[in-house]
């Protein structure tokens, strides 16, 4: 079955959710005029992945901090509370299956950690599953919390049966192995990195798993950066200077680069996925099938919710 996807890197309005969601959806529509049936957007794309936390000073940029983190969580999106019926009506308008990456506020325990979350709704505006990061990367953990596994799962969706992984969730083996496991067709990866060995994970993972890989990040200059962001001129003070590169690339099963990289170029790139490749690539190497020894070796996936309290009452 093949499928076309855009792949979608356009900067968001960063700290401005409305603005960021108006971006999206005008971007959903282009891809569906172009004859896309799934869109997938960059990691934290709602309301822009949080590049300053790499770059404030510990200790001497704490009230920054504050003042930015405070404005995060305004416009953070809470799932619960509908913040995505925008978007899920958009997809629903286009007929297109969509990835969306965000920083997600905990509504119902918190009400005020974040996460680093992704999701993924079908053609029909419905929410089919929701995922945030296991481990946020290093001064990530200043941004968000630990998410649970009970976004680790494969959905089927009409392009195929798709997984998601976060970042440097794909560097994580079982989190990988987890979704072999679930006959997985298709794995977005969106991320931050744009390394050259970012590129070669995803080359490796689609000949790994026997699955098509889709991985972007935003391509992001200095003068992305709202006039009104806190600490501008001292976080992004130049901007010529390409914040994130972008790379968009679409992977096909056993490692050809088939759409991409797309180099710091705020726009959206166009590649064909078909599934059926993936079961001819699984003839060679399924390390979840023939390839695997399960005499041997033996993984335990906790997917289980694990709320912070359970109440019991009459």
């Not at 997985?184 to 931050?192: C, K, N, Y």
């Not at 972008?246 to 599934?275: K, N, Q, W």
């Not at 390839?291 to 019991?312: A, G």
């Amino acid at each position: 079955m093949k499928s076309k996807v855009a792949i979608i890197q356009t900067p968001p309005v960063l700290l401005d959710i409305e603005a960021s969601m108006e971006n999206a959806i005008a971007a959903l529509h282009k891809a569906a005029e172009a004859g896309a049936k799934l869109a997938v957007f960059p990691e934290a794309y709602l309301p822009g992945y949080p590049a300053w936390a790499w770059r404030l000073r510990p200790g001497s940029d704490m009230r920054l901090s504050v003042t930015i983190h405070e404005r995060l969580s305004r416009n953070a999106v809470d799932i619960d509370g509908g913040d995505l019926a925008p978007l899920c009506n958009a997809a629903r308008d286009t007929g297109m299956t969509v990835v969306m990456g965000m920083s997600e506020i905990d509504s119902e325990f918190s009400g005020g950690t974040l996460f680093n979350t992704v999701v993924l709704i079908g053609p029909d505006g419905t929410i089919l599953n929701r995922h945030r990061k296991l481990i946020p990367t290093n001064p990530e953990r200043m941004v968000w919390g630990r998410g649970d596994a009970r976004g680790l799962r494969v959905v089927d969706t009409p392009v195929g049966r798709i997984g998601m992984l976060i970042c440097w969730e794909n560097y994580m083996p079982l989190s990988r192995y987890a979704l072999y496991a679930q006959k997985m067709e298709i794995l977005v990866s969106p991320t931050w990195d744009c390394s050259d060995r970012w590129q070669a994970t995803m080359r490796h993972i689609a000949t790994e798993g026997g699955c098509w890989v889709v991985s972007l990040a935003t391509a992001l200059k200095g003068d992305d950066i709202p006039d009104d962001f806190p600490g501008r001129e001292q976080l992004f003070g130049d901007p010529d200077e390409w914040i994130c590169d972008g790379d968009a690339m679409l992977v096909a099963p056993f490692a050809a680069v088939t759409a991409g990289p797309l180099h710091r170029s705020a726009d959206i790139l166009y590649g064909e996925i078909d599934t059926d490749r993936v079961a001819l690539a699984r003839r060679t190497l399924d390390v979840t099938g023939h390839y695997s020894r399960p005499d041997i070796f033996s993984l335990h996936v906790d997917r289980r919710p694990m709320p912070p309290v359970e109440f019991e009452d009459d």
